[in-house]
């Protein structure tokens, strides 16, 4: 069963940090890019970072890069997001989602995505 299982998430302070894991099963995760992707309350779904199958290429939206930090180790099949320097506004339900066909560039709509996780709830608050 191919399958993607987010945990990490909790509550942390503005300025802390978490790290978030992604174990992946069913599938040959080394093959595949991935991202992570994001659901603030009351808004859709929004990519922050992806990374290419070996580890390289990668990419981040403006909104955390500097702060954020995406990396994977294929042979556990766990993708990770380091969060540093949180802000009120990540606070939001994190996903991990499977790219099947990797073209160059992160900049494609989410749909093109073939699973994501159920999702890691994180929240940023004093």
């Known amino acids: 069963q191919v399958q993607l299982l987010e945990s990490g998430g909790g509550l942390a302070q503005p300025g802390g940090s978490l790290r978030l894991s992604c174990a992946a099963s069913g599938f040959r995760f080394a093959s595949f890019a991935m991202s992570w992707a994001r659901q603030a309350p009351g808004k859709g779904l929004e990519w922050v970072s992806g990374l290419y199958s070996d580890g390289s290429d990668p990419d981040y939206a403006d909104s955390v890069k500097g702060r954020f930090t995406i990396s994977r180790d294929n042979a556990k099949n766990t993708l990770y997001l380091q969060m540093n320097s949180l802000k009120p506004e990540d606070t939001a339900l994190y996903f991990c989602?499977?790219?099947?066909?990797?073209?160059?560039?992160?900049?494609?709509?989410?749909?093109?995505?073939?699973?994501w996780g159920q999702g890691t709830q994180v929240t940023v608050s004093s």
């Open positions: 989602g499977r790219l099947p066909y990797y073209r160059g560039t992160f900049d494609i709509p989410l749909d093109d995505y073939d699973i």
